[in-house]
């Protein structure tokens, strides 16, 4: 690979990391607005508020950087990057096409599982250093969170992996066939479910109970610093979303695959995105506890269940 | 090896988005500091204490739990490369079968003894 491509690829993981979360934020405002009874932003840009989520940027930069007296200065400047980065690698690993993707690695399911798992230290770094006890509460919940929601999602991820025969990514789309939404449906459930607790969307945002904790690990966190944080959520909706579609849906698969097939990845990763939305519309809250009970009682239980479903078949189809 | 290339090329770019901002930042942001806006948020109240105070980690239980899962599930993903070896097969799948059995007594123990609730 020459220095030039992967200058190219490099710039184009970027690009659609910055414009994806920005379609997803949109979508997510006029769902939520239409499921509530409103209109949602109509103002900036003219047509239905197109614009929203660019002015919302130009505001924050515009912002007083406020960094508490009491905080530990270092790492409250950094936080933000670590959480934000680590899902700007995973989107990299993803395919959204017949051989479109950034890194074409051949264990890239297993690399973007390793990607993600580095953006809670983020949080955790930027409660800690905020100095706050509403920051302490809320990376303390979000490291707890992790105990419970990173094992049913890697054991569902191994057992796609297992069904493909491969941890690339590319070569699970290429194995998928349209009976694996039944065989992998419990897997594919346990997946979305741990998706959204690793996101810290409802029903599983604790980490940032906007009604008990402030805003959790991002309370003392003002202007363009706080942005990234939300811009990681975001980014985090999009590249769960086209896991989800890689791993279960089949990604490009569909009618006119060979010239249509990044319309159908992005098509299916939106409409899960826009369910992510319908969640956070629709559930209340559960207690940290009550997540670790669901994950450990029902998660871990089905998907390895679904893990030995995986392997018999396979076995015996040989 | 060259999708690592790219990776890395991801990582710079993001680093250099993320000093880009804080340069545009400190460069358009106001700078205004005063004592009550540098002072820890505590829903209008003095903070009393510091913020780095003890917690009660409950949850430590799981985080062993989780250790031993995390080792597990890393032995699963070269066994999804080869399981279709015909030399493996039946012989690998009766292996895994014990290995998971195993931890799965091990968590079924752990939900018997009651660690599996918080409070």
């Given at each position: 690979m020459s220095v030039l491509e992967a200058v190219i690829r490099s710039v184009a993981v970027v690009a659609a990391f910055l414009v994806l979360p920005l379609l997803v934020g949109q979508t997510e405002h006029k769902f939520m607005a239409h499921m509530q009874g409103r209109l949602g932003p109509m103002y900036a840009g003219g047509w239905h508020g197109w614009a929203q989520l660019i002015a919302d940027a130009a505001k924050f930069v515009q912002k007083e950087d406020v960094i508490p007296a009491a905080a530990d200065r270092g790492v409250f400047r950094i936080a933000p990057a670590v959480a934000l980065i680590p899902y700007m690698a995973g989107l990299?690993?993803?395919?959204?096409?017949?051989?479109?993707?950034g890194a074409d690695v051949p264990a890239s399911a297993f690399a973007v599982l390793a990607a993600l798992g580095v953006g809670i230290l983020g949080h955790l770094m930027g409660g800690w250093a905020s100095a706050n006890k509403y920051s302490m509460i809320g990376a303390m919940r979000g490291a707890a969170q992790l105990v419970a929601y990173e094992l049913p999602m890697v054991l569902a991820v191994a057992s796609v992996a297992l069904a493909a025969g491969t941890l690339s990514l590319s070569g699970i789309v290429e194995q998928w066939q349209p009976w694996w939404l039944l065989w992998q449906l419990p897997g594919a459930i346990v997946f979305f479910i741990a998706a959204l607790a690793e996101i810290n969307r409802?029903?599983?945002d604790m980490p940032i109970a906007d009604s008990e904790i402030v805003f959790g690990a991002f309370t003392e966190y003002t202007g363009l610093r706080f942005a990234f944080f939300l811009l990681a959520e975001y980014a985090g909706i999009v590249v769960m979303a086209l896991l989800f579609t890689v791993l279960y849906l089949g990604g490009w698969a569909g009618p006119l695959a060979a010239s249509l097939g990044v319309v159908w990845t992005l098509l299916k990763a939106w409409i899960i995105a826009a369910i992510i939305v319908w969640m956070r519309v629709s559930w209340p809250r559960l207690r940290e506890d009550q997540l670790h009970r669901l994950a450990w009682v029902w998660l871990i239980p089905i998907a390895l269940f679904q893990l030995a479903l995986t392997a018999v078949v396979v076995v015996m189809t040989r | 090896m060259a999708g690592y290339i790219v990776l890395g090329g991801v990582i710079v770019l993001g680093i250099l988005v993320f000093v880009a901002a804080a340069v545009v930042r400190w460069l358009l942001a106001p700078k205004a500091p005063t004592y009550a806006k540098l002072k820890t948020y505590e829903s209008g109240m003095d903070p009393i204490g510091e913020g780095w105070a003890q917690t009660n980690v409950r949850y430590f239980v799981y985080a062993f739990l989780y250790v031993i899962f995390a080792v597990d599930a890393v032995y699963l993903f070269p066994w999804a490369n080869v399981i279709r070896d015909q030399n493996l097969g039946v012989p690998a799948l009766v292996e895994m079968a014990i290995f998971i059995g195993i931890i799965v007594l091990g968590l079924a123990h752990a939900a018997r003894r009651g660690l599996l609730r918080w409070v």
């Open positions: 990299a690993f993803i395919p959204i096409g017949d051989g479109i993707v409802t029903p599983f | -």
